[in-house]
């Protein structure tokens, strides 16, 4: 079965706790239960992450060139600021979709700009949690239109 890491960003383990009325009130472990029941339809797994550290981030998606075949990330605040996870996602061969909850255009204009569409394949905001499950889907179709 193709590995899909999902990969979440700082502050995303308060996920259903901040700032709600953006982010709603859903945890990151529902969000993890969903998508792991959609991967099963799907005939996906999963390693689902997530980490405060830029660093750490990186070494997953280092990791992810050996082990995984697609990338869905959402990477929080790095999202305008890491040049550094967006070399690390060059560095990856595999279909990566990024993912927002909210939808950053709405908001700041220091939100208007990703890094990481730099890279991504396609890009998933303003669908709330089910953004994760709108990738997965996205990715379901490139994994198998690579693989023939
Ligand atoms: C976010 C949007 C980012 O601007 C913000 O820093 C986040 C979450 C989202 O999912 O809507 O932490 O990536």
Request: charged share 20%; glycine share 8%; net charge negative.
């Amino acid at each position: 079965m193709p590995l899909v890491f999902v990969l979440n960003g700082p502050n995303l383990n308060l996920l259903g706790l901040r700032q709600p009325e953006i982010y709603g009130h859903e945890t990151l472990a529902d969000v993890e239960r969903d998508c792991r029941a959609l991967a099963d339809e799907l005939g996906l797994a999963i390693a689902f992450h997530q980490s405060n550290h830029e660093g750490a981030i990186v070494d997953r998606i280092h990791e992810a060139r050996n082990e995984a075949a697609a990338i869905v990330i959402n990477p929080a605040a790095y999202t305008h600021t890491s040049v550094a996870i967006l070399d690390a996602l060059k560095a990856f061969d595999g279909p990566v979709i990024e993912v927002h909850i909210s939808n950053v255009h709405q908001r700041e204009s220091f939100r208007h700009h990703s890094y990481v569409s730099l890279r991504a394949d396609g890009v998933i905001a303003g669908c709330g949690t089910e953004g994760y499950r709108l990738a997965l889907r996205r990715v379901a179709s490139l994994v198998a239109a690579r693989t023939g």
